[in-house]
């Protein structure tokens, strides 16, 4: 985490920091019983491979978290995520680097609230988007 | 495209409210799903910071709607391929979901939600014909009744 970001200073165009969430199979596992989604895609790699997958996959509800986590350390702590969602566009593997990044698109006031809209996404080593997203966030004013 | 798959017996069912669900925010839940994600922030780990912070307990990371509560006769039904509907394709994927968010969800809040579907779409892909289901479920804070979140999804089956 790092220093409130306020509405003032943002401008469209402007980058969120990157992080670089775990994906190991351990975190997979940390993941099941936090979601309480026990798929066996996602931790059995014969039962992965059974259904036509190459390799167990990372859920894409981690995957949303993980854009969650982004957006709220970029706005925390006073900002607030309004909105945020994704579509599952590609799978994703365990131990494999993934980024998770976004882009601000658009800055508005609506009544008393100052608003970005972000872009976000996760990327896989081959630089595909594979979770695009957008989402709504409130930041505090000077 | 050939004959569409959406009957009148999948029509039937946009709009109608599927069983209330409950889930509960607990302290443990919050900061399990925090440390699956890779959370840093104590808001979602230590109750005095996050009272310090002007929460009324320990916040529910971004995504985390509650524990859903589990009784044994569930099992069954928590086994089975999500979905359920009378359609002819076998497999199925999560397509996809975002959340709105009208108030903080915190340690302590019971979360009563229940889903609609509000559109079917088929579609051509490049594995094929495929039904997209989109899905909104409302979140209810039972101790007030207060709408806390939506949540709209869609899942494809092929």
Not at chain 2, 93 to 116: F, K, Q, R
Not at chain 2, 120 to 129: L, N, T
Request: glycine letters at 10%; one cysteine or more.
């Amino acid at each position: 985490m790092s220093e409130q970001v306020f509405w003032d200073d943002i401008n469209e165009g402007d980058s969120l920091p990157i992080i670089s969430p775990d994906c190991s199979t351990q975190q997979l596992v940390v993941w099941a019983g936090a979601s309480g989604d026990f798929y066996q895609i996602h931790y059995d790699i014969p039962f992965a491979q059974n259904t036509g997958l190459d390799n167990i996959i990372v859920h894409g509800a981690l995957k949303q978290a993980f854009l969650g986590r982004l957006l709220h350390d970029w706005a925390a702590p006073d900002g607030r995520i309004e909105e945020f969602g994704c579509s599952y566009r590609g799978m994703d593997y365990p131990a494999e680097d993934m980024s998770v990044s976004g882009t601000v698109t658009a800055k508005y006031v609506d009544g008393d609230r100052h608003l970005v809209d972000v872009e976000v996404w996760t990327e896989n080593p081959n630089g595909r988007k594979t979770t695009p997203g957008t989402a709504r966030v409130a930041l505090p004013t000077r | 495209m050939a004959e569409s798959i959406i009957t009148d017996e999948l029509k039937s069912l946009i709009g109608v409210n599927g069983p209330e669900s409950e889930a509960e925010v607990t302290t443990t839940g919050c900061r399990l799903f925090a440390r699956a994600v890779g959370h840093t922030d104590l808001i979602f780990y230590d109750e005095e910071v996050a009272k310090a912070r002007g929460y009324k307990s320990i916040v529910a990371p971004p995504g985390f709607l509650g524990t859903t509560v589990y009784k044994p006769a569930d099992a069954e039904r928590a086994s089975a391929p999500p979905g359920g509907l009378n359609i002819p394709y076998k497999r199925i994927l999560n397509g996809g979901t975002t959340y709105e968010y009208y108030d903080s969800i915190v340690a302590g809040d019971v979360l009563t939600s229940s889903s609609h579907i509000t559109e079917f779409q088929e579609r051509e892909g490049s594995v094929g014909p495929m039904l997209i289901t989109w899905r909104e479920t409302t979140f209810r804070r039972k101790s007030d009744g207060k709408v806390v979140a939506k949540g709209s999804s869609n899942m494809i089956n092929y």
